[in-house]
């Protein structure tokens, strides 16, 4: 791959380190973030030590990246000595910093979010939370504060940090165009149609579609293969029906208007992207959480139980590939 140079950001604060700050608050910061070498995604670590308000909204501003566009995967890291986001608590006046290292051979950096500010201007705390981590990850991602422009954007300064807390689609076209070259990344999408919310846009590669600790069923689900040759097939087994028919990718699978529970659910792969990758799958179940990955049409989630599914994650993976986590557990049957 065509590796091109990254240009040196030209902020208003005279600094020849190569460690760049950039505040969401405190100061403002001219960049150009055209040509970054691109990459298939960044991943970071950060502390289970926050309350579930905070770990909800954080774990939303990073999967919020991963949706509709699929050419750069924002993921979750176990690795404590890599990239970290984490929140701290200071009387400045910055709500998010980044703190972005290049000095050795990888893209390393630090996402901080400031508490103290956040709580003295929220009126809605998890709505301001993930305002502030979704825009310090845009950063990241190589966008630019203020972008000149009359469409709304998660990177401008003068948002409502109560209301508007996702990237917006002028900020997703900007991130696209910046990782063209991962514009025919074989990508697999997938919507889950939740209680009360409705059908949730398009997540892909292992974002997670649903909610987690909210107590929502997953009542429907749509999936779609992009950039492949084939297609895919799912099943789901439903509150009162029990398992529907097998159907292909863009249908939905399970029912809408019914208040019913989705249970488990089967995918596989057909055609010609069969014989080229293995899809794996895991879902997040009523009283047992997240149980291991199934694959190629096998079962995942639970039949018996009347629980039901709050999430699912969907990834491809190279044929013969290893799994992307442990596959002893997927399905369990009363």
Not at 111 to 119: G, W
Not at 139 to 150: E, K, M, Q, R, S
Request: glycine share 8%.
């Amino acid at each position: 791959m065509k590796r091109r140079r990254f240009k040196r950001l030209n902020i208003l604060l005279s600094c020849l380190s190569v460690v760049l700050i950039l505040s969401v608050f405190s100061f403002s910061v001219l960049a150009d973030y055209d040509d970054r070498s691109p990459t298939s995604g960044i991943s970071y670590y950060t502390p289970s030590v926050y309350n579930d308000t905070w770990t909800r909204a954080l774990n939303a501003a990073r999967s919020d990246w991963n949706n509709p566009y699929c050419g750069v995967l924002v993921a979750s890291t176990t690795d404590t000595t890599g990239s970290t986001l984490y929140v701290t608590s200071s009387t400045d006046s910055w709500g998010g910093r980044v703190i972005t290292d290049m000095s050795g051979p990888s893209y390393k950096f630090t996402i901080m979010i400031n508490s103290y500010q956040i709580y003295l201007n929220a009126t809605n705390l998890s709505n301001f939370i993930r305002s502030v981590a979704v825009h310090e990850i845009g950063h990241v991602l190589g966008l630019a504060d203020n972008p000149n422009t009359a469409r709304a954007s998660i990177m401008k300064y003068s948002r409502d940090r109560n209301t508007l807390y996702t990237a917006q689609s002028y900020d997703r076209e900007r991130v696209n165009a910046i990782y063209a070259d991962y514009n025919n990344y074989p990508t697999v999408l997938y919507k889950a149609h939740v209680q009360d919310y409705g059908w949730q846009p398009y997540f892909c590669n292992g974002g997670t579609a649903g909610t987690e600790g909210e107590s929502k069923r997953l009542e429907g689900i749509s999936i779609i293969l992009q950039n492949l040759d084939g297609n895919i097939e799912y099943r789901s087994h439903v509150q009162d029906y029990g398992w529907l028919p097998w159907i292909t990718g863009g249908a939905t699978s399970g029912t809408i208007g019914e208040s019913r529970r989705l249970e488990a659910i089967g995918i596989k792969l057909s055609g010609q992207v069969a014989s080229q990758y293995d899809i794996y799958y895991r879902v997040h179940v009523q009283n047992f959480g997240w149980l291991d990955w199934a694959m190629n049409g096998q079962s995942a989630g639970t039949v018996g139980y009347s629980y039901r599914m709050e999430a699912i994650q969907i990834v491809l993976v190279q044929k013969g590939g290893a799994a992307p986590g442990a596959t002893t557990r997927a399905f369990v049957q009363a």
